[in-house]
């Protein structure tokens, strides 16, 4: 079974740039078959989707860090990471980075912005933005 630990959160002014990385650990099979994502939970607000990477590399957004934020993996080191730019104080959040299960190489935005369609969960890096 996979498990998922985040990385590189922390505290920074608008403006800045932070690099959340995603380590898995587990079969390397199965982190390849898999299609990843982040999601973030603001204070007293629902977890939503960030950006999502197919296994094909597809990468999806979320219109509020389209054109800021860039998503990508790298199966050899089983790692998925997001480049975060511009930040802004409504990007403060806990992010997490998730698998999905076993999926199809290609993979719709609908698909990995859906919550249901991840089986595992890391346990969260706190992204704090001070404007």
């Known amino acids: 079974q996979v498990q998922l630990v985040e990385s590189g959160g922390g505290l920074v002014q608008a403006g800045a740039s932070l690099r959340l990385s995603c380590a898995a650990s587990?079969?390397?099979?199965?982190?390849?078959?898999?299609?990843m994502g982040w999601f973030r939970q603001a204070p007293g607000k629902e977890r939503e989707f960030v950006a999502g990477i197919s296994r094909a590399s597809e990468t999806y957004y979320s219109d509020s860090v389209k054109d800021r934020f860039i998503i990508a993996r790298d199966n050899a080191k089983m790692t998925v990471s997001l480049q975060m730019n511009s930040l802004e104080s409504g990007d403060t959040a806990i992010y997490y980075c998730a698998k999905t299960r076993r999926t199809a190489f290609f993979a719709s935005y609908a698909y990995l912005s859906t919550q249901a369609s991840y089986d595992t969960w890391g346990q969260g890096t706190q992204v704090t933005v001070s404007s």
């Open positions: 587990g079969r390397g099979r199965t982190f390849s078959e898999a299609a």
